[in-house]
């Protein structure tokens, strides 16, 4: 199985991203996909982050300029954060990574 790219934006780059991403992560193991790379960055940053780590998914807590990420599948992730809806945001990620394969 490949390994899937993940880049998670917030509006620092530390806190909610981070919490995203670990949240993330679990649940797509627990959705048979156990192999994912995150890298995490600031929601100012995305648009250069995204070019340079080519991510098959971006998750955000934060806005970001989704139109100038239109060749990138966005997914709004504030349930990672406060848990409502998580399991519902995790199978759609997941579903949209195994249809890549």
């Not at 971006?58 to 409502?84: D, M, Q, S």
């Not at 399991?87 to 249809?99: F, H, M, Q, T, V």
């Amino acid at each position: 199985m490949r390994t899937y790219r993940i880049l998670s934006a917030c509006g620092t780059g530390i806190a909610t991203s981070t919490v995203a991403s670990e949240t993330c992560k679990r649940l797509l193991a627990e959705r048979g996909i156990p192999s994912v790379e995150i890298s995490e960055c600031k929601a100012l940053e995305v648009v250069g982050r995204a070019e340079i780590f080519n991510p098959d998914v971006i998750i955000h807590t934060a806005e970001i300029p989704v139109n100038e990420l239109k060749e990138y599948k966005t997914y709004r992730t504030l349930e990672f954060i406060t848990g409502f809806g998580a399991e519902e945001k995790a199978d759609e990620i997941a579903d949209y990574l195994k249809s890549l394969e």
